[in-house]
């Protein structure tokens, strides 16, 4: 697998994870986002995708098959990453139907 950091948040709701996995091959960097997703979370999410940015000059790819909440304000934040270069990876149909809501995305 590769190197693992994990990051994670408790709320009264729900807990988020979100996990920084290098692939081997080098040829992208992942950060998993596991759990529900609220707008506080999606900023760490955010700052941590800025920071990768910094660090690697590899592409990174947000795998989103783990989330099981996301509101309309995270779908910004998510989209916002989007047109800085995220790839958004795993997203199931929900997520899909709530970013597409939050627009361009």
């Not at 709320?11 to 081997?24: A, L, S, V, Y």
């Amino acid at each position: 697998m590769g190197q693992v950091e994990a990051l994670t948040k408790s709320e009264k709701r729900m807990t988020t994870r979100i996990t920084k996995i290098n692939k081997q091959d080098g040829e992208r960097t992942v950060p998993r986002v596991e759990g529900s997703l609220h707008l506080a979370d999606a900023e760490v999410l955010e700052s941590a995708y800025m920071d990768l940015c910094e660090q690697h000059s590899n592409s990174i790819a947000i795998d989103l098959a783990g989330l099981s909440f996301l509101d309309s304000d995270s779908a910004s934040v998510l989209c916002r990453l989007k047109k800085q270069g995220a790839e958004l990876i795993g997203i199931h149909f929900f997520v899909q139907q709530i970013l597409q809501a939050a627009g361009n995305c």
